[in-house]
């Protein structure tokens, strides 16, 4: 099993910033992608940004130019820095991981969710 805690959500006025991260730990052998992934009320869960192992990466329409995925292998971890930020931001960020067992199994897992809320 492989445990994720997030961080660093929290209000924030409009054109401010915030630092998300996403630590996994537990029975780790392979982390492939990590992503962001984010929720507002009323609404589906969508794909904010994704890194791969090697650190290509890819972003929704809506956030490039602003948001900034990256990763640290060594500590398993992902983190989303977000700049200029909109009140169309506000949601709930979820982090997500794709992991690989030592018998190559794949496994998704998902973190609690943190909640961005950027008033206007």
């Known amino acids: 099993q492989v445990q994720l805690v997030e961080s660093g959500g929290g209000l924030v006025q409009a054109g401010g910033s915030l630092r998300l991260s996403c630590a996994a730990s537990?029975?780790?052998?392979?982390?492939?992608?990590m992503a962001w992934y984010r929720q507002a009320p009323g609404k589906q869960r969508d794909l904010v940004a994704h890194?791969?192992?090697?650190?290509?990466?890819n972003y929704a329409d809506s956030v490039k130019g602003r948001f900034t995925i990256s990763r640290d292998n060594a500590k398993n971890t992902v983190y989303l820095q977000m700049d200029s930020l909109k009140p169309e931001d506000t949601a709930v960020y979820y982090c997500n991981v794709a992991h690989v067992d030592s018998f190559l199994r794949s496994s998704n897992y998902w973190g609690q969710g943190t909640q961005v809320t950027v008033s206007s």
């Open positions: 890194i791969t192992r090697a650190g290509s990466t």
């Open positions: 537990g029975s780790i052998f392979r982390i492939n992608t």
